[in-house]
């Protein structure tokens, strides 16, 4: 199986970090925060290629067309050096989480196989090898086109994530209805991880292009048509590292060791 991690968004809310250091490359404990990711995705025994989102020089801003550039240069560099043939960089136009999966997955020419797709940006640990082969019986069991990574927020906390309702069918979690950043009365606690699998010769021609969050179209379309399943995990701890202040918490749970990264399968980590 092949993995792409969505790793080209701006940083913006960790200016002036991101200005010196990619956000991908900002480091936890003296470990960037892509290889807490990547560690997560060894833990498979079977991925043989991840595929990295990286910024593109898009912008009509010259200042931002040459941060996006120099930062998509620093993570190839530092991810080749580091893992070698293991992953390959694709600089993208960064049109939110649908078109810079369908960009990836055009140019790396993945287009009728199951994808592992994963956010750069999301701290947790867990053992991928679980996830593929839930994700494998629900799709013998109910034929599902893809599979979602759940875990249980406060209700408080229902506004900030996307946010799935499950059904258990003939010992499936069944995702029945999904909404991104719903208010406090959606019927469900369980929330989107940041790691996914899609059947591509079911979904590939219904990820948009455009600049869409694949969270608001094809999520919401397999829910409807019972072809989503939820992995659901009992994770440890789980953070988004997008401001400076989760940042700085992240850090200090790390030094407390409070959060520990996963252990890759088979010694695959560099």
Known sequence: M????????????????TYGIPKPLLPIKGKPIIDWVISNILTANNIEKIYVAIPGAVSN???????????GICIDSYLKSVYGDMIETIPTPQRETAGDLKFVLEEADIKDEPILVAYGDNLTTFNMQKMISHHK?????KNISATL?????????IPRFGMAATEKID???MITRYAEKPDGSFPSDLAHAGYYILELEDVFDSIPTNNIKIERSLFPQMAEARKFSGFIENLPFWMDIGTKEAYEDANKK???GLIIPSTPANNQER
């Open 2 to 17: 092949k993995a792409v991690i969505l790793a080209a968004g701006k940083g913006t809310r960790l200016r002036p970090l």
């Open 61 to 71: 801003d010259f200042q931002e067309r040459a941060l996006a550039h120099t930062h």
């Open 137 to 141: 019986a629900a799709r013998e069991r």
């Open 149 to 157: 990574m759940l875990f249980k927020v406060p209700r408080k906390d």
């Open 171 to 173: 010992g499936i979690d």
């Open 254 to 256: 790390a030094h407390d």
